[in-house]
């Protein structure tokens, strides 16, 4: 029984009726990953799109109109004025406060993620794979379990209730050592290490000047998710903060909702919650913006070898 060839151009590659049905296959499988990333991009936007429809609205607004729509009295503007002057202005020792913190411990953890990451990469001592091994098994461990050993630990030398209570927590990221390291053994080549040390250069010099400058991706991923863990940081900072003057952000608008609880009886400032909340990620979203070209690098760390 005869069978009928593929039909061919001179050249001998496929004609269009030929590679018709894969083509189609193709563009409807990239129309389906673009519709599936579209959902993921609004799943995400939502969110943000709320609180930002939430900050433009009053009291009264937030409870008696769309939830994902403006009402009719636009009081963003209103809000922010009150936000600014409740309580004698403290939310805006709140929002130092959680720039201090942040900064303090996200630059500190990422110094010292580098410094570690560096050595557990390009130096062979013993005990090194235990060690390591100690810190990946560290990053499953959730944080909130961590608090209350870390608030006795800290209550012996009576840093209770100061910055450092939540400054010092913030030092430690495993999940930044374990990038930089995974990062560092694969944009520093031993062979350029190497050379520096035969030309002269000493320990300090060539990590400063030959491996630091390749690291910058991976700084800025490290810097960008430390600062952001720090500044999200609720549990810490409500176990060991009792000071209102000291809270970040996060702790002191949780504060404000016993303002607002009906059964308390107390002063309705929803409205000032939600645009305190709106505020205080707007310099997470600023930072992610125009640091995108860096982190993006880093996220791909030891994605090819």
């Not at 590679?19 to 799943?43: D, E, K, Q």
């Not at 002063?267 to 997470?284: C, D, H, K, M, R």
């Amino acid at each position: 029984m005869a069978t009928t060839a593929p039909l061919t151009t001179a050249t001998g590659v496929p004609s269009r009726e030929d590679r018709g049905p894969r083509t189609g296959h193709r563009n409807g499988r990239r129309i389906g990953s673009h519709v599936f990333l579209i959902i993921l991009a609004i799943y995400f936007v939502i969110p943000i799109w709320w609180l930002f429809v939430a900050a433009t609205k009053n009291t009264s607004g937030l409870f008696g109109s769309p939830a994902f729509w403006f009402d009719d009295h636009f009081a963003l503007f209103e809000n922010i004025a009150g936000l600014f002057t409740q309580q004698n202005g403290i939310y805006w020792t709140w929002l130092g406060n959680s720039f201090l913190y942040a900064f303090a411990g996200g630059i500190g953890a990422t110094i010292l993620s580098i410094l570690a990451g560096y050595g557990f990469a390009k130096y062979r001592f013993r005990g090194r794979g235990a060690v390591f091994g100690v810190i990946l098994g560290s990053i499953m461990v959730p944080l909130t379990a961590l608090v209350i050993p870390t608030f006795m630990l800290l209550s012996q030398y009576g840093l209770i209730n100061t910055p450092w209570a939540v400054i010092l927590p913030s030092l430690l990221s495993p999940f930044g050592v374990y990038l930089m390291r995974v990062y560092t053994q694969d944009a520093v080549p031993d062979e350029m290490l190497e050379a520096a040390r035969i030309d002269g250069a000493g320990e300090f010099r060539t990590f400063f000047q030959v491996a630091l400058p390749l690291l910058k991706p991976a700084i800025v991923t490290v810097l960008l998710l430390s600062v952001v863990g720090t500044w999200n940081n609720f549990f810490l900072p409500l176990a060991v903060l009792t000071d209102p003057n000291l809270l970040p952000v996060t702790v002191g608008l949780n504060r404000w909702t016993a303002l607002s609880n009906a059964g308390a009886g107390g002063e309705q400032v929803w409205n000032l919650i939600t645009t305190g909340a709106f505020i205080s990620v707007l310099p997470l979203i600023l930072s992610f913006l125009f640091l995108q070209r860096y982190w993006q690098g880093g996220l791909t760390i030891g994605s090819i070898k």
